[in-house]
């Protein structure tokens, strides 16, 4: 397809969706669309119009005049309605005239109805322009930030850290306990945050933005004399609060400006959100992993990240070079025992407290072993693929009513499988796979290796330890995938066996 193509497609888009506007009544002039769409027993007036970019755009609304409708969360920054949701965007719906207008009327009855069910999306952020600074203002959470002086200390990779308890609102240096100035680094900025509670429509000026946060003729002096060049907003709508970190400037006539800068919440529950449904039920389990070469690197990585509050890895070996192409760790850690490399990988990403991580070279041969493993964790994963290691840890579990996962790549990485033993609820042992090694694949060799290096493809050890990391998180949760476990196929077989179990 040419680009004449792809401009072919879009003008009959466009054309297309200006013939459904005037079948509906709308008229063009001075470049926007104007109609009517229903609002109760009578009609509105709107105008329209088609960005650019439409129809990979959506179209945009206003009322006609301006106050024809409420300002509230459901109107963009010009004044246009909220009709696309940014998560609505699965398809280009907007394109279709009679559409777009059937959803400007259900606009208009939610508006009447004061936004009856409103979803509590904290984006007041949208409601400014953005700041010309490219730094992210980091904030640990809203504890003893409420109405307060603060600053933010410049850090790595061009991140703000806001400082609590180190707050001021001049350059002026103080006197330390031991009678020195305290050293205030380049670039550090000053602010005050203002706790607005529930905010019913988001503010369009700074006259709004000061009656909002009920900002004091000082705290405006400050902004003005420029000794506060950040203001935040604590602000709370639906039961949920969020914080808007306002980058704030006056000209020489002393009309100030306010632009959003990008900010980032740096807490656990920010971190938790994005962990997946249950992972608060997760951070006070105990996982061992027994094995953390390539897959049991990755394992471990997932189940942090899922909310998994502590871990044992338990390993022998050391990182070699080699290993890189498939383990999680970094070439930084080559030499050292692939426990460490992973305790330091999982650490250094700010996922898990280093003290709730411990690393063992024991031998899990040993049933003793075993057993005490199992006695002091939620759930034990082996993903040695040694069957000794499988077989003593199965022993183990089954006489003392316990369960583990054991998780492998056969047949050159083709086939994942994951074992739960002793299967649950007396279910059946999953079957041996019968697919047969792709003989069009070579055997490599390396030296120190007595056996042939496993061709197995990252990506397919990545799919295991996801695979594993969901089942684990299954059972620690109690509400287990399956019994006896699952095996699954990356490829279509096409010598015999093709079914995936489980």
């Not at 079957?431 to 290096?453: A, L, Y």
Request: aromatic share 6%; net charge negative.
């Amino acid at each position: 397809m040419t680009q004449a193509d792809i401009d072919e497609i879009v003008a009959h888009a466009r054309q297309r969706f200006e013939e459904g506007l005037l079948k509906a009544g709308f008229s063009e002039r001075d470049g926007m669309w104007h109609g009517q769409v229903p609002r109760g027993s009578n009609g509105v007036e709107v105008r329209l119009g088609l960005p650019s970019t439409f129809p990979f755009a959506p179209p945009r609304v206003y009322p006609v005049p301006d106050d024809a409708a409420p300002w509230s969360w459901h109107r963009e920054r010009d004044g246009a309605l909220c009709i696309v949701a940014e998560d609505d965007h699965d398809d280009l719906w907007w394109a279709d005239a009679p559409t777009i207008l059937e959803q400007a009327a259900a606009w208009f009855a939610g508006a009447d109805v004061g936004w009856a069910n409103d979803r509590p999306d904290l984006d007041l952020d949208r409601y400014f322009g953005a700041a010309s600074e490219d730094s992210i203002y980091i904030y640990e959470g809203f504890d003893g930030l409420r109405n307060s002086n603060v600053r933010f200390e410049p850090d790595k990779n061009d991140t703000m850290l806001l400082r609590v308890g180190q707050a001021a609102t001049t350059r002026k240096r103080k006197p330390t306990g031991r009678g020195k100035p305290e050293k205030i680094p380049n670039r550090t900025r000053f602010g005050y945050i203002a706790d607005v509670g529930s905010v019913a429509a988001p503010p369009r000026s700074w006259d709004d933005i000061v009656a909002l946060a009920k900002l004091s003729d000082d705290t405006i002096r400050r902004i003005k004399g420029g000794s506060i060049s950040v203001l935040g907003l604590i602000y709370d709508r639906g039961g949920h609060e969020g914080l808007v970190l306002l980058e704030v400037r006056s000209d020489a006539s002393g009309t100030i400006s306010a632009t959003r800068l990008l900010s980032a919440s740096n807490t656990p529950d920010a971190r938790r959100a994005r962990s997946g449904p249950g992972s608060q039920h997760l951070s006070d389990k105990r996982v061992a992993i027994v094995g953390v070469g390539a897959l049991g690197s990755f394992i471990a990585d997932a189940l942090v990240r899922s909310g998994v509050g502590s871990l044992t890895l338990v390993d022998h070996d050391l990182l070699l070079p080699g290993n890189l192409v498939r383990h999680h760790a970094s070439q930084s850690f080559v030499g050292l025992p692939k426990t460490t490399a992973v305790k330091c990988e999982l650490v250094a990403a700010g996922l898990i407290d280093p003290a709730s991580v411990r690393t063992s070279s024991i031998e899990v041969r040993d049933t003793t072993e075993s057993l005490k493993l199992l006695g002091a964790h939620e759930l034990v994963i082996n993903a040695t693929a040694d069957f000794a290691v499988t077989a003593a840890l199965h022993k183990a579990a089954e006489a003392i009513g316990a369960h583990i996962l054991s998780v492998a790549l056969q047949n050159s990485g083709e086939t994942i499988r994951v074992d739960v033993l002793p299967p649950l609820a007396d279910a059946e042992l999953l079957p041996n796979s019968t697919r047969p090694r792709d003989p069009s694949v070579p055997e490599v060799f390396e030296p120190g290796c007595g056996s042939p290096i496993s061709p197995t493809a990252p990506y397919a050890v990545m799919e295991a330890a996801g695979i594993a990391a969901r089942h684990a998180v299954a059972m620690l949760l109690g509400r287990p995938i399956h019994p006896a476990g699952e095996i699954r196929h990356i490829f279509p077989d096409t010598r015999g066996e093709d079914a995936d179990v489980g």
